[in-house]
């Protein structure tokens, strides 16, 4: 096909690309978009052989690019770049919002989404314990994602059943209608242990809802608490404590949504990021 850039993101793809490279006539220029963290150092033959055929990795975050440098050998190591992920500012179809709201019963509730992956690292769980503390409140937990392992999932409803929440929880399953869904919410919720970026976060803000996110990982690097979000450190106590905030101060949860949305347009544009992602390639 005449290739003359390969631009790959799964790791588990690495050993294919290099391969296809190694025995092109054409040596085509190979690109490796990094979105997970690099723990261990690559200084065996085989990594060696790999990354010394590889031109250059982009790195999602500044802590991705730091565990590159520190890890693979400087003798072997490609030319790494960090370029953010970025988002795209999209119309919502305000009728389908609508229509969602009627779907799930949603109406005056003060309604808190978690948006990824329906497994137990995306940490659901704590959102609906920190549900129950805050059962006297007007509070919804909205669960939207596919489901990864159905036992996982049996377990979350069965406790969200004993502990007498069901009318609080609402499980969407999986939807193509992200935007829409997280329009439904007045806050997200990131509460993956340790996120690598954190996409989920950037389109909550772009579309002006406020994101209490832990305190670790890519959350860092996109979030200044207190201004433009909230960090929380992965404890259902802390969670409630930071969702009752929104919920009795809709000053401060509209000031956060704003100034989230202004940091979405300034630093995580898509059409920007994508600009100094193609610059790589030259």
Request: glycine content about 4%; aromatic content about 8%; hydrophobic content about 40%.
């Amino acid at each position: 096909e005449d290739i003359d850039i390969i631009h790959f993101h799964w790791t588990r793809d690495i050993t294919t690309v290099v391969l296809a490279k190694v025995l092109s006539k054409k040596k085509p220029k190979v690109l490796q978009s990094r979105h997970m963290s690099m723990t261990r150092f690559k200084d065996d033959f085989y990594h060696k052989w790999l990354y010394r055929n590889i031109d250059t990795i982009h790195a999602v975050t500044n802590q991705v690019k730091e565990q590159l440098i520190k890890y693979i050998p400087q003798d072997v190591r490609p030319n790494v770049e960090m370029v953010y992920l970025g988002v795209k500012e999209r119309d919502v179809d305000k009728k389908l919002i609508e229509q969602l709201k009627q779907h799930y019963s949603i109406q005056d509730e003060f309604v808190v989404g978690i948006v990824g992956r329906i497994e137990d690292g995306k940490g659901q769980y704590i959102l609906i314990d920190a549900i129950k503390k805050l059962q006297n409140l007007k509070i919804k937990a909205l669960i939207v994602g596919d489901t990864m392992d159905e036992e996982y999932l049996d377990a979350l409803k069965n406790k969200v059943k004993s502990i007498g929440i069901e009318e609080k929880v609402i499980f969407t399953g999986f939807t193509k209608e992200v935007d829409e869904h997280i329009c439904l919410c007045d806050a997200t919720v990131l509460a993956t242990p340790k996120e690598t970026f954190g996409l989920v976060v950037i389109e909550s803000m772009v579309n002006k809802v406020p994101v209490i996110a832990v305190n670790n990982g890519g959350p860092l690097e996109i979030i200044d608490d207190g201004n433009d979000g909230l960090f929380f450190d992965r404890s259902s106590d802390e969670l409630a404590e930071k969702i009752a905030l929104l919920y009795s101060d809709k000053k401060k949860k509209e000031e956060l949504a704003v100034a989230a949305y202004a940091k979405t347009r300034l630093r995580f544009d898509f059409n920007r990021q994508n600009e100094k992602l193609q610059g790589l390639f030259e």
